[in-house]
């Protein structure tokens, strides 16, 4: 449910702008986890990566001509033993930093059945989005993904499987796999 959320909403989504990096302040969340997944690719790292991507693969080509603008992507993925390691006072620090005024929640989704939330931010300046934020806390882990730089959303998709960003599948692909 949650990854056809999140595929629908940022395939959806216009342009982004200029680069918006917040902080992923979350020692408190890292003290408790069993586990712990840093991605921290700036401009020069993906530009890097890119290198490696086969031109001839139309696949590999849409990802590279995609992260030309990309000046940083930031994952955090903290996993626990146990449902209520972590609490919402652990995410305040990300939460703080994304209710300024240019922050906008585009998406938020809460199941009562699982105890899983998400959220989706996008940084505005004026009437551009320079940034998307994206905070998923389920009972048993929290991920934090920040995107910033220019970037077509609607192409961000393609970046599933690539540089510690999740593979999101569309809504009918995922609905025939279950």
């Known amino acids: 449910m949650k990854s056809l959320l999140l595929f629908a909403c940022l395939t959806a989504l216009p342009m982004l702008a200029a680069p918006q990096q917040f902080q992923l302040n979350l020692d408190s969340v890292a003290a408790k986890a069993s586990e ?5 690719l700036n401009a020069a790292t993906l530009q890097f990566a890119a290198k490696f991507l086969d031109a ?5 080509a849409k990802v590279k001509k995609l992260i030309e603008g990309i000046e940083g992507i930031y994952v955090r993925h903290y996993k626990f033993k146990s449902a209520g390691a ?3 006072v652990d995410l305040e620090p990300i939460r703080a930093q994304l209710r300024g005024p240019e922050w906008s929640k585009i998406v938020g989704t809460t199941s009562s059945e699982n105890g899983a939330d998400t959220e989706v931010w996008l940084h505005l300046a004026g009437n551009k989005s320079i940034g998307v ?20 959303l609607e192409s961000l998709a393609k970046l599933g499987g690539h540089f510690g960003v999740p593979k999101v599948k569309p809504a009918d692909k995922a609905h025939e796999e279950k």
Do not use: F, K, Y
């Open 36 to 40: 712990h997944v840093d991605v921290s």
């Open 56 to 60: 001839n693969d139309p696949d590999d």
């Open 86 to 88: 972590w609490t919402q």
């Open 133 to 152: 934020a994206i905070l998923a806390a389920e009972p048993n882990s929290v991920t934090v993904v920040n995107i910033a730089g220019t970037i077509d």
